[in-house]
C-alpha cells in the first residue's frame, strides 16, 4: 500500500509503498477515507519529547471503511464506516470500561497510522458513523472531541464570557463548543486576521488581533474581563498570557501543547485566585458526542477544513504548516 513514512527529525515525509497491515484477533483493517494533518503531528517530527525513532507512518485524526475484521471482533463488519480514536488502551480495566482509555491502569498508547491507505487498530478504537454523515467528515471528530473535553474540563456555564487565544482547528473547534454550549460572548484571538471569518462561521461573537492594550480590547470584545480563557497555542508564555487577560477568580484551561519549560507570574496569578485547568486527550463519550455533531446545524465544525490533498502533495502541505498561513484544518485523502 500507499503512505507517508517519517524518515528522520528535519527531514520531509516520503510518499512510499510499505507492507499491508495485518489484522490482530481485536483488531480491524481499515481503508482510511481522510485523515486530518494535526498540529501535534508537526511537533512529533521535529521534537525527540515524542520518541519518533524513524520509519512511523503517522496520523492520528482519520475515519475510513472496515474491510477486515479479526477473530475476536463481533461488534464490527467489513463495510462498516467508522471515526478512530487513537488512544488504545487494553479495553478491559476499569477506566477502558468506563470510556477513558486515556487512563488505561496497564498503560495507554497513541496509536498513528492514517497517513496511509490502510491501517490496523484494536476495535474498541472505533466507533460507527451515524447513517447519513459525511465518511470524508469523520477525520474531524478527534480533534472536536479534544475540543470538547477541553470545554468540559473548564466547567463552563450558559452565560459565560470566553476568550480562545489561537484561532488554529482546536481553538476553533472550543469556539465551536462554547457557542454551542450557551456562552454568551465566544471571542477568538490570534496574531493574524486570516481565520476571522471562519471564527465567525463557526460561533464566534468576535475576533480580537494580538497586540498592544489587548486586555482592554478583550474585555470590549467579551462585555467584560472573560471569565475563561482557553489557551490553545502551546508557546512558552502564553499561561501568564492568558492569566493577565482572565477575570480575578476567572479560570484558565490550558490546550496548547507546550514541549518547553514554561514561567508565569505566579504573584499576579494566587493574587487573581486564578483557576489554572489542564486539558489533554478525551473520553469516548466525548468523541461519540463529536461524531453527531457533524451533522451540521447553524454553526458546521465542517467549517474547519480548509484544503484536502492526495498523498503525493501531503509532504509539500505538512511542511507548509510549519509556517503561519492562511490553512486551518487540511486532511489527506490517502486515495486522491
Known amino acids: 500500500m500507499k503512505a507517508l513514512v517519517f524518515d528522520g527529525f528535519g527531514k520531509p515525509l516520503r510518499a512510499t509503498e ?3 497491515p495485518t489484522c ?3 483488531e480491524v483493517v481499515l481503508k482510511v477515507c481522510r485523515c486530518g494533518i494535526c498540529g501535534s503531528d508537526l511537533h512529533m517530527t521535529e521534537d525527540e519529547t515524542f520518541g ?3 520509519g512511523e507512518v503517522i496520523g492520528h485524526e482519520f475515519a475510513g471503511e472496515v474491510v477486515e475484521t ?6 464490527l463488519k467489513p463495510g462498516d464506516l467508522v471515526a478512530a480514536a487513537p488512544i488504545r488502551g487494553c479495553g478491559r480495566c476499569g477506566p477502558c470500561r468506563a470510556g477513558q482509555p486515556a487512563w488505561c491502569e496497564n498503560g495507554m498508547t497513541l496509536i498513528g497510522g492514517g497517513y496511509g491507505e490502510y491501517t490496523a487498530l484494536a476495535h474498541h478504537q472505533l466507533r460507527k458513523m451515524p447513517q447519513g454523515l459525511s465518511l470524508a467528515d469523520g477525520a474531524l471528530a478527534e480533534p472536536l472531541a479534544v475540543a470538547l473535553h477541553g470545554v468540559m474540563r473548564s466547567g463552563m456555564k450558559p452565560g459565560d464570557r470566553v476568550l480562545v487565544v489561537g484561532a488554529g482547528a482546536i481553538g476553533l473547534a472550543v469556539v465551536y463548543w462554547a457557542r454551542r454550549l450557551g456562552a454568551q460572548a465566544v471571542v477568538a484571538a490570534d496574531l493574524a486576521r486570516h481565520q476571522e471569518e ?3 462561521s463557526l460561533g464566534a461573537t468576535g475576533f ?3 497586540g498592544p492594550d489587548m486586555a482592554t480590547r478583550v474585555a470590549e470584545a467579551c462585555g467584560g474581563a472573560p471569565d475563561i480563557v482557553f489557551e490553545c497555542v502551546g508557546k512558552v508564555g502564553l499561561i501568564d498570557h492568558c492569566i493577565e487577560l482572565v477575570r480575578p477568580r476567572g479560570t484558565v484551561c490550558v490546550l496548547g501543547l507546550c514541549t518547553g519549560t514554561d514561567r508565569m507570574d505566579s504573584f499576579r496569578a494566587i493574587s487573581k485566585e486564578v483557576t489554572i485547568i489542564m486539558s489533554v486527550f478525551f473520553d469516548m463519550h466525548e468523541f461519540r458526542t463529536s461524531i453527531e455533531a457533524l451533522d451540521t446545524g447553524r454553526f458546521a465544525p465542517q467549517g474547519l477544513v480548509s484544503d484536502v490533498v492526495g498523498l503525493d502533495a501531503a509532504p509539500a502541505a505538512f511542511e507548509a504548516l510549519r509556517q503561519r498561513t ?3 484544518k487540511v486532511l489527506i485523502d490517502p486515495f486522491g
Not at 479479526?70 to 461488534?75: F, H, P, Y
Open 52 to 54: 519518533l525513532q524513524g
Open 18 to 20: 510499505i507492507p499491508d
Open 326 to 328: 492562511t490553512q486551518c
Open 198 to 200: 471562519r471564527a465567525g
Open 24 to 26: 490482530g484477533a481485536d
Open 70 to 75: 479479526g477473530r475476536d471482533v463481533t461488534t
Open 208 to 210: 480580537v488581533q494580538s
